[in-house]
């Protein structure tokens, strides 16, 4: 690395905004102290009443500063905005079967002593795809919130720390922490110190979190959606439970889940989903659908508008199999027939499953414009591959990057991006109405577009190979952060003031902080044997035999270090979000040296 670089890196006062220094544990601040010491100053000229009073609020102001202290260190994932997502579904009143199921009732009673059967603390509830799993899961959080502490989590295939067993461990500490404060020492001690957070340390305040006071209950969703590792280490969690704890687990029938639960010789209850448990849903659902189609609109005198209506609800229903997701991909797919004849014909070709419906699509897909059909294969890479779904504005500036521009053309950016979004993707996908957050309609797509084997051909002609997608999503992060139009932001000792010009730069450049974040992690990803714990990876994959997708990645990755003024802006902005993680962003800097050392000894070597 040339020596300026080095000087650059090692004196980043000029571009690094640090927040107020503060001491960890707990937070105290000028006022708080003031205040408890006028209360013991004047306790003489107070009665015992008032100085206890004012000695008590002060004490709980400095647990609160400690409670939102440790919540920036946990960093949880945000459960309630999927909780709200999921109740506010038009599906929401569906389930409510579980309520009257036998084995339900039965794991929802308090242990006895007595002879068997044993109340199981273990609920599995399980079911093919489509089938609603997690509005049964939203709907057991429903009816138990505000009995009992109650944390929860659903697991998304789409979004990396929605599979991750350490973001798992914090969010379900962090809850269980809001609901027993007095158990605040559990975490103190170690945030005081400086400790590193690590899945060892989280199981143990788990464990002081679940055995402290009332019952705990615990619903983790969509469990085959995480990694297998994951799973098991998910799964073991069930040891920290007493016998009045309770913990329901919902996903797919996956063989080593079953395994791994048996494998725990605890007393568990299983619920699989049933068509016939769903078929009062079912219908209500395509009922309410139909209305929404507005048939009876339609100008057509020989057409009996009920008679139709009731002939589609009940080829919907015999066709569904109890499957939610089928019969929404169906609506959607009758929305968008022009004529009668249309109609007649989507319904009597109507997929029998969801991958006959998902490969449809892909044909669909296949025969775009070449123009759009490029747009939509590119966005289906960022809406599969990505660690975390993007929004409408990240997609949008994602698109437009261009690997032989030097600068991101604003002409290239999509007029109406949500439009064109949703009419090229289709059901595929889905579009967050609250957030703007574009993520595959449901983990069956993904399980569909990752695996190849059902139709080969058609597969590989829309998505490359999962090597070549992620160095192509790497490139266009790197290719993001080289551009000259985005350039390092001139801030101050005045943190409150630099935050805002920070804050206001990445606004501006949507796509800077995902690129900021992952470009490496995608590098990582394009090598089959990938260790994600350690960025030296970087120069093996560079000098594997992958040929082709080594050829991809190298030039962007030599032109990224070979400027100072890139990587140093890239370190400027890595800074600031990692601002209260500075361990973590530490651990990044260290990292990458030593990948920028190997490829700016090899950029001379590059023809740039």
């Given at each position: 690395?040339?020596?300026?670089?080095?000087?650059?890196?090692?004196?980043?006062?000029?571009?690094?905004?640090?927040?107020?220094?503060?001491?960890?544990?707990?937070?105290?601040?000028?006022?708080?102290?003031?205040?408890?010491?006028?209360?013991?100053?004047?306790?003489?000229?107070?009665?015992?009443?008032?100085?206890?009073?004012?000695?008590?609020?002060?004490?709980?102001?400095?647990?609160?500063?400690?409670?939102?202290?440790?919540?920036?260190?946990?960093?949880?994932?945000?459960?309630?905005?999927?909780?709200?997502?999921?109740?506010?579904?038009?599906?929401?009143?569906?389930?409510?079967?579980?309520?009257?199921?036998?084995?339900?009732?039965?794991?929802?009673?308090?242990?006895?002593?007595?002879?068997?059967?044993?109340?199981?603390?273990?609920?599995?509830?399980?079911?093919?795809?489509?089938?609603?799993?997690?509005?049964?899961?939203?709907?057991?959080?429903?009816?138990?919130?505000?009995?009992?502490?109650?944390?929860?989590?659903?697991?998304?295939?789409?979004?990396?720390?929605?599979?991750?067993?350490?973001?798992?461990?914090?969010?379900?500490?962090?809850?269980?922490?809001?609901?027993?404060?007095?158990?605040?020492?559990?975490?103190?001690?170690?945030?005081?110190?400086?400790?590193?957070?690590?899945?060892?340390?989280?199981?143990?305040?788990?464990?002081?979190?679940?055995?402290?006071?009332?019952?705990?209950?615990?619903?983790?969703?969509?469990?085959?959606?995480?990694?297998?590792?994951?799973?098991?280490?998910?799964?073991?969690?069930?040891?920290?439970?007493?016998?009045?704890?309770?913990?329901?687990?919902?996903?797919?029938?996956?063989?080593?889940?079953?395994?791994?639960?048996?494998?725990?010789?605890?007393?568990?209850?299983?619920?699989?989903i049933r068509e016939e448990d769903n078929s009062?849903?079912?219908?209500?659902?395509?009922?309410?659908?139909?209305?929404?189609?507005?048939?009876?609109?339609?100008?057509?005198?020989?057409?009996?508008?009920?008679?139709?209506?009731?002939?589609?609800?009940?080829?919907?229903?015999?066709?569904?199999?109890?499957?939610?997701?089928?019969?929404?991909?169906?609506?959607?797919?009758?929305?968008?027939?022009?004529?009668?004849?249309?109609?007649?014909?989507?319904?009597?070709?109507?997929?029998?499953?969801?991958?006959?419906?998902?490969?449809?699509?892909?044909?669909?897909?296949?025969?775009?414009?070449?123009?759009?059909?490029?747009?939509?294969?590119?966005?289906?890479?960022?809406?599969?591959?990505?660690?975390?779904?993007?929004?409408?504005?990240?997609?949008?500036?994602?698109?437009?990057?261009?690997?032989?521009?030097?600068?991101?053309?604003?002409?290239?950016?999509?007029?109406?991006?949500?439009?064109?979004?949703?009419?090229?993707?289709?059901?595929?996908?889905?579009?967050?109405?609250?957030?703007?957050?574009?993520?595959?309609?449901?983990?069956?797509?993904?399980?569909?577009?990752?695996?190849?084997?059902?139709?080969?051909?058609?597969?590989?002609?829309?998505?490359?190979?999962?090597?070549?997608?992620?160095?192509?999503?790497?490139?266009?992060?790197?290719?993001?952060?080289?551009?000259?139009?985005?350039?390092?932001?001139?801030?101050?000792?005045?943190?409150?003031?630099?935050?805002?010009?920070?804050?206001?730069?990445?606004?501006?450049?949507?796509?800077?902080?995902?690129?900021?974040?992952?470009?490496?992690?995608?590098?990582?990803?394009?090598?089959?044997?990938?260790?994600?714990?350690?960025?030296?990876?970087?120069?093996?994959?560079?000098?594997?035999?992958?040929?082709?997708?080594?050829?991809?990645?190298?030039?962007?990755?030599?032109?990224?270090?070979?400027s100072e003024r890139y990587t140093v802006h890239?370190?400027?902005?890595?800074?600031?979000?990692?601002?209260?993680?500075?361990?973590?962003?530490?651990?990044?800097?260290?990292?990458?040296?030593?990948?920028?050392?190997?490829?700016?000894?090899?950029?001379?070597?590059?023809?740039?």
């Amino acid at each position: 690395m040339s020596e300026s670089l080095r000087k650059s890196i090692s004196d980043l006062s000029g571009i690094l905004v640090r927040p107020p220094r503060k001491t960890r544990g707990y937070v105290w601040t000028k006022s708080r102290e003031a205040q408890l010491s006028r209360a013991a100053n004047t306790s003489e000229k107070l009665n015992s009443t008032e100085v206890t009073l004012e000695v008590r609020e002060a004490e709980e102001a400095k647990k609160k500063d400690t409670l939102r202290s440790i919540l920036k260190w946990l960093d949880p994932v945000d459960t309630v905005s999927d909780y709200i997502r999921i109740t506010d579904d038009p599906k929401k009143q569906a389930c409510q079967w579980i309520r009257s199921n036998v084995d339900f009732a039965r794991w929802l009673l308090p242990p006895t002593a007595s002879s068997p059967p044993v109340v199981p603390s273990l609920l599995r509830v399980n079911a093919k795809a489509g089938t609603g799993k997690t509005y049964v899961s939203a709907r057991v959080i429903e009816d138990m919130k505000g009995s009992q502490p109650l944390a929860y989590f659903f697991c998304d295939v789409n979004d990396e720390r929605k599979r991750s067993f350490l973001d798992i461990l914090k969010t379900l500490t962090w809850q269980l922490l809001r609901q027993k404060p007095d158990q605040l020492n559990t975490l103190t001690d170690a945030y005081g110190s400086g400790e590193q957070l690590s899945a060892r340390l989280l199981i143990n305040a788990l464990r002081q979190l679940i055995r402290s006071d009332a019952a705990c209950r615990l619903v983790i969703d969509g469990l085959d959606e995480c990694r297998e590792d994951v799973r098991k280490s998910v799964l073991r969690l069930c040891e920290l439970l007493r016998p009045e704890d309770k913990i329901l687990i919902a996903s797919r029938p996956e063989h080593d889940i079953h395994q791994k639960i048996r494998k725990l010789r605890k007393e568990f209850a299983m619920v699989p989903i049933r068509e016939e448990d769903n078929s009062r849903d079912i219908r209500a659902y395509i009922q309410e659908q139909i209305r929404d189609l507005n048939f009876r609109d339609i100008e057509d005198p020989d057409l009996n508008v009920q008679r139709f209506e009731h002939q589609v609800s009940q080829k919907l229903f015999n066709a569904s199999k109890g499957m939610f997701m089928w019969v929404r991909l169906m609506i959607d797919e009758l929305s968008q027939q022009m004529t009668i004849d249309e109609l007649q014909s989507a319904l009597d070709n109507l997929p029998s499953c969801l991958h006959e419906f998902y490969e449809r699509i892909l044909n669909r897909i296949d025969h775009y414009p070449p123009r759009k059909r490029a747009l939509t294969c590119r966005m289906l890479q960022w809406i599969t591959c990505s660690l975390r779904p993007l929004s409408v504005g990240e997609m949008t500036e994602a698109l437009a990057i261009d690997f032989d521009s030097g600068s991101l053309n604003p002409e290239k950016r999509l007029l109406k991006p949500r439009q064109f979004i949703l009419e090229c993707c289709g059901s595929l996908i889905e579009i967050d109405s609250n957030t703007g957050v574009v993520r595959v309609a449901h983990a069956s797509v993904q399980d569909y577009l990752e695996d190849r084997s059902y139709n080969v051909d058609l597969s590989s002609s829309v998505l490359p190979a999962p090597a070549e997608i992620q160095a192509d999503l790497s490139r266009y992060c790197l290719t993001y952060l080289c551009y000259e139009t985005i350039e390092c932001v001139q801030v101050n000792a005045n943190y409150d003031e630099s935050g805002i010009k920070l804050n206001s730069h990445l606004q501006k450049h949507s796509f800077l902080a995902y690129a900021t974040l992952h470009w490496w992690s995608h590098l990582y990803r394009c090598k089959p044997d990938r260790n994600l714990e350690s960025m030296s990876r970087v120069t093996e994959y560079t000098s594997a035999d992958s040929v082709k997708v080594q050829g991809k990645i190298l030039k962007s990755l030599v032109r990224f270090v070979k400027s100072e003024r890139y990587t140093v802006h890239w370190l400027q902005i890595l800074y600031w979000l990692c601002r209260h993680k500075t361990d973590f962003a530490i651990s990044c800097f260290r990292e990458v040296v030593e990948a920028f050392e190997f490829l700016d000894d090899k950029r001379t070597n590059i023809d740039l």
